[in-house]
């Protein structure tokens, strides 16, 4: 990228101080040009200098009308409007074998194939693209344009737009302009242009002499530009004079009368003082002239057609574009070469011209009808995109750099969307990151509606703003209606506010007080990847560097924005901007997702990854169970039985150890009193931590329980709450408050292990909440909540998620026929967790995969996260270190590591891939879930299932080995995309 910039300043310095360069086709082998020159008519000459326009989609009488046109009047080339890739394709195939000569097949592409067609990659319109820094990004995007053009069997294409937008109510080029700088607009015209010719693909630099200062629409009028040469010169001509100097191949004329250079009030495409007096000898230009469309008022409202195209080619026109009728024109054309009106000289140096044109841009047969897909939406093409998107997004106000937000945790947060009737792209992403309530002032909102909405914001402190539904055209005041408009103004000056709009810059001063919002972002339009990219900005997981293409009334000169610094929260993304190849990955782990449902490993399940920090993969597969009911989807909470151990005790207890008030190699019994006089006084934290204590692995608490007869077991449960059973266990069951001390004096009775190898054991666990709160003073549960949880945004987190949330948020576990006696959805599957109130140390928690994501991030970046650091890196470093190697242990404190020498084992004996570093750390759960972070890989791997349903008995996910050969595949993708 950064040598594509280089190139492109390089050419925009040069073209300043030299003579203009001439177009590459010029260099071709001329051998096959003169053959058939000598062998053409005048009216196959003619021909050449004539296209059509065809809609595939009006069906097989369209496509033989202009297959008439090819063999009968030899017409030199089609452009394609509103259509399908597999129309084109086909089309252009039937059109290229009627042709003696080959066509210019064109498109209006100025922002990608997209301007024109449907299922195809989306680039921003010219105006965002103008609000860029980064001029490669946009070479970079001519390329892929050009591939594209080429896959269909297309060489032309009309674009770039080198219009400089003087004026915000100009109804047709305003959004389609690179800005109203002409060295802006000329930079960025040029990087476009380079990048399409560099694909040997006829570009047409448009509209001479420059549409931009126009208040009418060439398609319904004649507009006139009154400024003077020297003004032309200095302003609207800047790009065309840029892309002439580099040696751009085309450029189209504008219908627009300019009369102060030339009196005539002739149509710029119709005026000789502009299409060769200006164009050709002022400025050098030696490609091809195309007309704009002759079918427009600005033509047709003074002329016929055949008039006009004669006139045009008198003028210095080489192409005719968007003839209706073929044969009248080409008559009309002949004829005045016969009288003399036209020169049989200019015929044939225009028809040359044309022909060493097509030679230079020859295509090859383009892709088969149903290969057009995985060609026009490749990874590499979606990548640009997104950075287009990304880049390009605006601040404008930014007090006291309120965005990225800061301390989630202190905001109590809604969005309005404006004009939205629906929740929108901006508002799901938002959700992401916390928790954020969501309102809609719908299109035909009425002022009682905007009262209650401003009633109910009151009890937020931040409002972010979304302004939607407005038009990018500035037809109609862009759309923008008056009430959306004060609903806005009225909302950002009672509230904390942040305003986004997915809008054309210029419609901002429809709105009063804008700057009273404490953030303004601007986005040039409301395709999804603004949306999406605007919330990552309003979060941190991406900054911004936008300059703003033009300028908004006396609010804001072009070329302002802010610089915005990303805050190191996740970003979502795809695959290919980690160097992973989508179509190889998901093709890999949708295998490995089909096979563990249809061989019931599971019901269902979701992978993500994230790697240097951006999740580039997550999907959910599958149901809640096998009826296949309830799908899942990527909010779905579970139970994630022991990777409570380190998401809920483990980060209190290393903020408990950087603090001081917990050593890691003093005895537990310091600071478990209950431990002291017993066998349990002497081993220290380090141990237990990492298993190597010399504890049991478990004890069935609730077995015993079991075994009791009805009075004792009325001791223990009751089947609905009363005083001293509050703490619930199921839908039906409640147990004694104070069972849990039953349960620490069983673990402190129970026998110790006869050697101090590993063992992995969660007794020590029960006890984390209640040592934790000893030992901060800090209730356990809000110590979690408040200080780790509510400031990472990580708000599905929680113990007893049956509290809080639908059951149908919820993935359900096992059907416990032996204990409960009850689907288990809600309320923790481990029963001594249950016994425990839902509460513990080792089981309890439940979360959403994102928000696990979260957490494993806050480890992987060693303690920071968003704006915050809630840890020590030197305290990861030690916690995530082998602590017993040279006891063949491979566990760290309380997080899991590789086996020892895993790299060296065969798949089947490693745990967990063979391919994770030997820093890696993670940690998996009973119910099927798994995460694993690998800091030298910067990779983060989240597995959730609920193998237990509908019994815990089904084992397959090990036995078959099922997350480390997934895990490796995954390994196996890293790299596959540069």
Same mark, same amino acid.
């Given at each position: 990228?950064?040598?594509?910039?280089?190139?492109?300043?390089?050419?925009?310095?040069?073209?300043?101080?030299?003579?203009?360069?001439?177009p590459?086709?010029?260099?071709?082998?001329?051998?096959?040009?003169?053959?058939?020159?000598?062998?053409?008519?005048?009216?196959?000459?003619?021909?050449?200098?004539?296209?059509?326009?065809?809609?595939?989609?009006?069906?097989?009488?369209?496509?033989?009308q202009?297959?008439?046109?090819?063999?009968?009047?030899?017409?030199?080339?089609?452009?394609?409007?509103?259509?399908?890739?597999?129309q084109?394709?086909?089309s252009v195939?039937?059109?290229?074998?009627?042709?003696?000569?080959?066509?210019?097949?064109?498109?209006?592409?100025?922002?990608?194939?997209?301007?024109?067609?449907?299922?195809?990659?989306?680039?921003?319109?010219?105006?965002?693209?103008?609000?860029?820094?980064?001029?490669?990004?946009?070479?970079?995007?001519?390329?892929?344009?050009?591939?594209?053009?080429?896959?269909?069997?297309?060489n032309?294409?009309?674009?770039?737009?080198?219009?400089?937008?003087?004026?915000?109510?100009?109804?047709?080029?305003?959004y389609?302009?690179?800005?109203?700088?002409?060295?802006?607009?000329?930079?960025?015209?040029?990087?476009?242009?380079?990048?399409?010719?560099?694909?040997?693909?006829?570009?047409?630099?448009?509209?001479?002499?420059?549409?931009?200062?126009?208040q009418?629409?060439?398609?319904?009028?004649?507009?006139?530009?009154?400024r003077?040469?020297?003004?032309?010169?200095?302003?609207?001509?800047?790009?065309?004079?840029t892309?002439?100097?580099?040696?751009?191949?085309?450029?189209?004329s504008?219908?627009?009368?300019?009369?102060?250079?030339?009196?005539?009030?002739?149509?710029?495409?119709?005026?000789?003082?502009?299409?060769?007096?200006?164009?050709?000898?002022?400025l050098?230009?030696?490609?091809?002239?195309?007309?704009?469309?002759?079918?427009?008022?600005?033509?047709?409202?003074?002329?016929?057609?055949?008039?006009?195209?004669?006139?045009?080619?008198?003028?210095?026109?080489?192409?005719?574009?968007?003839?209706?009728n073929?044969?009248?024109?080409?008559?009309?054309?002949?004829n005045?070469v016969?009288?003399?009106?036209?020169?049989?000289?200019?015929?044939?140096?225009?028809?040359?011209?044309?022909?060493?044109?097509?030679?230079?841009?020859?295509?090859?047969?383009?892709?088969?009808?149903?290969?057009?897909?995985?060609?026009?939406?490749?990874?590499?093409?979606?990548?640009?995109?997104?950075?287009?998107?990304?880049?390009?997004?605006?601040?404008?106000?930014?007090?006291?750099?309120?965005?990225? &937000?800061?301390?989630?945790?202190?905001?109590?947060?809604?969005?309005? +969307?404006? =004009? /939205? #009737?629906?929740?929108? *792209?901006?508002?799901?992403?938002?959700?992401?990151?916390?928790t954020?309530?969501?309102?809609?002032?719908?299109?035909?909102?009425?002022?009682?509606?905007?009262?209650?909405?401003?009633?109910?914001l009151?009890?937020?402190?931040?409002?972010?703003?979304?302004?939607?539904?407005?038009?990018?055209?500035?037809?109609k005041?862009?759309?923008?209606?008056?009430?959306?408009?004060?609903?806005?103004?009225?909302?950002?000056?009672?509230?904390?506010?942040?305003?986004?709009?997915?809008?054309?810059?210029?419609?901002?001063?429809?709105?009063?007080?804008?700057?009273?919002?404490?953030?303004?972002?601007?986005?040039?339009?409301?395709?999804? &990847?603004?949306?999406?990219?605007?919330?990552?900005?309003?979060?941190g +997981?991406? =900054? /911004? #560097?936008?300059?703003? *293409?033009?300028?908004?009334?006396?609010?804001y000169?072009?070329?302002?924005?802010?610089?915005?610094?990303?805050?190191?929260?996740?970003?979502?993304?795809?695959?290919?901007?980690?160097?992973?190849q989508?179509?190889?990955?998901?093709?890999?782990?949708?295998?490995?997702a089909?096979?563990?449902?249809?061989?019931t490993?599971?019901?269902?399940?979701?992978?993500?990854?994230a790697?240097?920090?951006?999740?580039?993969?997550?999907?959910?597969?599958?149901?809640?169970?096998?009826?296949?009911?309830?799908?899942?989807?990527?909010?779905?909470?579970y139970?994630?039985?022991?990777?409570?151990?380190?998401?809920?005790?483990?980060?209190? &207890?290393?903020?408990?150890?950087?603090?001081?008030?917990?050593?890691?190699?003093?005895?537990?019994?310091?600071?478990? *009193?209950?431990?002291?006089?017993?066998?349990?006084?002497?081993?220290?934290?380090?141990?237990?931590?990492?298993?190597?204590?010399?504890?049991?692995?478990?004890?069935?608490?609730?077995?015993?329980?079991?075994?009791?007869?009805?009075?004792?077991?009325?001791?223990?449960?009751?089947?609905?709450?009363?005083?001293?059973?509050?703490?619930?266990?199921?839908?039906?069951?409640?147990?004694?408050?104070?069972?849990?001390?039953?349960?620490?004096?069983?673990?402190?009775?129970?026998?110790?292990?006869?050697?101090?190898?590993?063992?992995?054991?969660?007794?020590?666990?029960?006890?984390?909440?209640?040592?934790?709160?000893?030992?901060?003073?800090?209730?356990?549960?809000?110590?979690?909540?408040?200080?780790?949880?509510?400031?990472?945004?990580?708000?599905?987190?929680?113990?007893?998620?049956?509290?809080?949330?639908?059951?149908?948020?919820i993935?359900?576990?096992?059907?416990?026929?032996?204990?409960?006696?009850e689907?288990?959805?809600?309320?923790?599957?481990?029963?001594?967790?249950?016994?425990?109130?839902?509460?513990?140390?080792?089981?309890?928690?439940?979360?959403?995969?994102?928000?696990?994501?979260?957490?494993?991030?806050?480890?992987?970046?060693?303690?920071y996260?968003?704006?915050?650091?809630?840890?020590?890196?030197?305290?990861?470093?030690?916690?995530?270190?082998?602590?017993?190697?040279?006891?063949?242990?491979?566990?760290?404190?309380?997080?899991?590591?590789?086996?020892?020498?895993?790299h060296?084992?065969?798949?089947?004996?490693?745990?967990?891939?063979?391919?994770?570093?030997?820093?890696?750390?993670?940690?998996?759960?009973?119910?099927?879930?798994?995460?694993?972070?690998?800091?030298?890989?910067?990779?983060?791997?989240?597995f959730?299932?609920n193998?237990?349903?509908?019994?815990?008995?089904?084992?397959?996910?090990?036995?078959?080995?099922?997350?480390?050969?997934?895990?490796?595949?995954?390994y196996?993708?890293?790299?596959?995309?540069?």
């Amino acid at each position: 990228m950064r040598l594509a910039q280089i190139i492109i300043i390089l050419f925009f310095f040069l073209s300043l101080n030299s003579p203009a360069k001439k177009p590459d086709f010029f260099n071709v082998e001329k051998q096959w040009v003169d053959s058939l020159m000598e062998n053409m008519s005048l009216k196959e000459k003619v021909g050449q200098l004539i296209m059509v326009t065809t809609y595939p989609s009006q069906g097989e009488a369209n496509e033989q009308q202009i297959i008439s046109y090819i063999k009968k009047h030899h017409i030199g080339g089609v452009l394609f409007l509103r259509n399908s890739p597999s129309q084109i394709i086909s089309s252009v195939q039937r059109y290229q074998s009627a042709a003696a000569v080959p066509l210019f097949m064109a498109l209006d592409a100025e922002n990608g194939l997209s301007f024109r067609l449907d299922s195809v990659i989306r680039y921003p319109h010219a105006m965002g693209l103008g609000a860029l820094k980064d001029d490669s990004l946009i070479y970079r995007m001519g390329r892929e344009v050009g591939q594209q053009l080429r896959t269909l069997g297309l060489n032309l294409n009309f674009a770039p737009v080198a219009d400089v937008n003087s004026n915000p109510q100009n109804p047709i080029i305003n959004y389609r302009s690179f800005g109203e700088n002409p060295h802006r607009v000329a930079a960025k015209s040029l990087a476009l242009a380079k990048g399409m010719m560099d694909e040997q693909i006829i570009v047409s630099a448009k509209h001479f002499p420059g549409h931009g200062d126009t208040q009418y629409d060439s398609h319904l009028t004649l507009p006139a530009v009154n400024r003077t040469y020297a003004q032309l010169d200095t302003i609207d001509f800047v790009p065309f004079k840029t892309v002439i100097d580099s040696g751009i191949n085309g450029i189209m004329s504008a219908h627009i009368s300019l009369p102060l250079v030339d009196g005539s009030g002739a149509p710029g495409t119709l005026s000789k003082r502009v299409m060769t007096d200006i164009l050709r000898d002022s400025l050098g230009f030696e490609g091809i002239v195309f007309s704009d469309g002759m079918n427009m008022r600005g033509i047709t409202r003074d002329y016929n057609e055949a008039e006009a195209a004669v006139k045009a080619i008198q003028a210095g026109v080489d192409v005719i574009e968007f003839v209706l009728n073929p044969g009248l024109v080409s008559n009309a054309i002949v004829n005045a070469v016969e009288s003399g009106e036209l020169s049989a000289e200019m015929i044939d140096k225009k028809c040359r011209k044309i022909l060493l044109a097509k030679k230079w841009a020859q295509t090859d047969k383009p892709v088969e009808a149903d290969e057009w897909k995985q060609e026009l939406t490749k990874g590499a093409h979606q990548l640009t995109s997104r950075y287009l998107y990304e880049k390009s997004l605006t601040v404008v106000e930014n007090h006291d750099d309120f965005i990225p &937000l800061k301390r989630l945790d202190t905001l109590r947060i809604a969005s309005v +969307a404006v =004009g /939205a #009737d629906h929740e929108t *792209p901006f508002q799901e992403m938002l959700e992401k990151y916390t928790t954020v309530d969501h309102y809609n002032l719908k299109s035909d909102v009425r002022i009682p509606e905007l009262e209650s909405l401003k009633n109910i914001l009151k009890s937020y402190n931040l409002v972010v703003v979304s302004v939607h539904g407005t038009t990018l055209s500035a037809r109609k005041n862009f759309g923008v209606k008056p009430m959306h408009a004060e609903a806005v103004s009225q909302i950002i000056n009672d509230n904390p506010s942040i305003l986004t709009f997915f809008s054309n810059p210029y419609s901002i001063e429809l709105y009063n007080g804008v700057d009273k919002a404490e953030s303004v972002i601007i986005a040039y339009g409301e395709d999804e &990847l603004y949306q999406q990219y605007a919330a990552q900005l309003v979060f941190g +997981a991406i =900054g /911004a #560097d936008g300059q703003l *293409p033009v300028s908004v009334g006396k609010r804001y000169d072009e070329g302002h924005g802010i610089t915005v610094h990303p805050s190191g929260r996740l970003k979502y993304t795809i695959p290919e901007e980690v160097g992973v190849q989508s179509e190889l990955l998901k093709s890999k782990i949708d295998s490995f997702a089909r096979y563990g449902i249809r061989d019931t490993i599971f019901p269902g399940c979701q992978v993500l990854l994230a790697k240097n920090g951006k999740v580039f993969f997550h999907e959910p597969y599958g149901f809640f169970t096998y009826d296949s009911v309830v799908p899942l989807n990527k909010e779905h909470v579970y139970d994630w039985a022991s990777l409570t151990k380190i998401v809920g005790p483990l980060p209190l &207890l290393m903020k408990a150890v950087e603090d001081s008030l917990i050593n890691i190699d003093a005895p537990f019994s310091s600071y478990w *009193p209950d431990f002291r006089n017993t066998d349990k006084a002497n081993f220290t934290f380090r141990e237990v931590l990492a298993h190597q204590a010399r504890l049991r692995p478990w004890i069935a608490f609730y077995l015993d329980t079991l075994m009791m007869d009805y009075q004792r077991r009325r001791r223990i449960f009751r089947n609905h709450p009363t005083p001293g059973f509050s703490k619930r266990m199921s839908n039906s069951w409640y147990v004694n408050d104070g069972f849990k001390y039953h349960i620490f004096s069983e673990i402190k009775k129970s026998e110790l292990l006869r050697t101090n190898d590993y063992a992995y054991s969660g007794l020590a666990f029960y006890i984390m909440p209640d040592l934790l709160e000893n030992v901060t003073g800090i209730d356990y549960e809000q110590n979690l909540t408040n200080n780790f949880l509510l400031p990472l945004g990580a708000t599905t987190v929680m113990y007893n998620p049956y509290r809080s949330l639908r059951y149908s948020q919820i993935v359900p576990t096992e059907v416990d026929q032996y204990f409960r006696k009850e689907l288990l959805q809600g309320f923790v599957h481990d029963e001594g967790a249950a016994m425990m109130g839902g509460v513990s140390g080792h089981a309890g928690l439940f979360g959403n995969t994102n928000d696990l994501a979260k957490i494993m991030q806050l480890y992987l970046q060693k303690g920071y996260y968003g704006d915050l650091n809630y840890l020590d890196g030197s305290t990861l470093d030690e916690f995530t270190r082998v602590q017993f190697p040279e006891n063949e242990n491979r566990r760290g404190l309380g997080f899991d590591k590789p086996y020892i020498d895993n790299h060296e084992e065969e798949l089947d004996d490693a745990y967990p891939a063979v391919a994770v570093s030997e820093h890696s750390f993670g940690h998996s759960g009973f119910t099927g879930t798994f995460a694993w972070a690998d800091p030298e890989n910067e990779l983060l791997f989240i597995f959730m299932s609920n193998r237990v349903y509908p019994s815990r008995e089904n084992t397959k996910l090990f036995g078959k080995n099922f997350r480390p050969e997934l895990q490796q595949a995954v390994y196996e993708c890293l790299g596959s995309f540069e």
